[in-house]
């Protein structure tokens, strides 16, 4: 076994409320998104990763499964060089397993850097900052009984077998020109949490 990672994982999007392209339907025009994976606990080719976070920004305009994604990588900088090694080795798909389905959608890789990543989240929402680069502030949205909307089963995941808590963005905001990334204040558009567990 080449990883075995576990954790939690946030996303925020420029696409509305739900976000179409989890069950297979084209974008709301440009997507322009951030996804951060919290490893409580994991191993990547014997390197304990634990208690590190990996993030991307991505952009698309075409139907997610058709990939050609952009992305720009941020390495938590608490990461020493054998950690960012490792971390890239099964994010890039070199290590196989689900992470590498995942990369074979990834058209451009703009860029790759280390900055301070800050996650937090609730059962009521997450808030989230990389470095000077992105801030999100979400609340996750409930039914008339109180219990978190949940997506099970959908065309497109990011975590296969766990369930997706639907949310929105109150603000999220992302400015990396240098990889031609930029979001203005965005309330009220896509935000999801879940758990994930991946092992390849």
Same mark, same amino acid.
């Given at each position: 076994?080449?990883?075995?990672?576990?954790?939690?994982?946030?996303?925020?999007?420029?696409?509305?409320?739900?976000?179409?392209?989890?069950?297979?339907?084209?974008?709301?025009?440009?997507?322009?998104? +951030?996804?951060?994976?919290?490893?409580?606990?994991?191993?990547?080719?014997?390197?304990?990763?634990?208690?590190?976070?990996?993030?991307?920004?991505?952009?698309?305009?075409?139907?997610?499964?058709?990939?050609?994604?952009?992305?720009?990588?941020?390495?938590?900088?608490?990461?020493?060089?054998?950690?960012?090694?490792?971390?890239?080795?099964?994010?890039?798909?070199?290590?196989?397993?689900?992470?590498?389905?995942?990369?074979?959608?990834?058209?451009?890789?703009?860029?790759?850097?280390?900055?301070?990543?800050?996650?937090?989240?609730?059962?009521?929402?997450?808030?989230?900052?990389?470095?000077? +680069? +992105?801030?999100?502030?979400?609340?996750?949205?409930?039914?008339?009984?109180?219990?978190?909307?949940?997506?099970?089963?959908?065309?497109?995941?990011?975590?296969?077998?766990?369930?997706?808590?639907?949310?929105?963005?109150?603000?999220?905001?992302?400015?990396?020109?240098?990889?031609?990334?930029?979001?203005?204040?965005?309330?009220?558009?896509?935000?999801?949490?879940?758990?994930?567990?991946?092992?390849?």
């Amino acid at each position: 076994m080449a990883y075995s990672l576990e954790g939690r994982l946030f996303e925020v999007c420029t696409c509305k409320v739900p976000c179409p392209c989890w069950v297979g339907a084209d974008p709301d025009g440009t997507c322009t998104g +951030v996804l951060a994976w919290q490893i409580e606990t994991g191993t990547i080719e014997t390197v304990d990763v634990s208690g590190l976070t990996f993030a991307a920004l991505l952009r698309h305009t075409d139907n997610i499964l058709n990939g050609n994604w952009r992305i720009a990588v941020y390495l938590d900088d608490k990461a020493t060089s054998q950690q960012q090694e490792a971390l890239l080795n099964a994010w890039t798909g070199k290590l196989g397993g689900p992470l590498a389905d995942l990369a074979q959608l990834i058209g451009e890789v703009a860029g790759v850097e280390q900055a301070p990543i800050a996650l937090d989240m609730t059962e009521d929402g997450a808030t989230l900052r990389i470095g000077q +680069v +992105v801030e999100a502030d979400t609340e996750l949205l409930r039914g008339p009984t109180g219990k978190r909307i949940k997506l099970h089963d959908s065309v497109f995941s990011t975590i296969p077998g766990d369930p997706a808590y639907r949310g929105r963005s109150k603000m999220y905001r992302v400015q990396a020109r240098k990889y031609g990334f930029t979001v203005k204040d965005l309330p009220n558009h896509n935000s999801t949490q879940t758990r994930f567990r991946y092992t390849g």
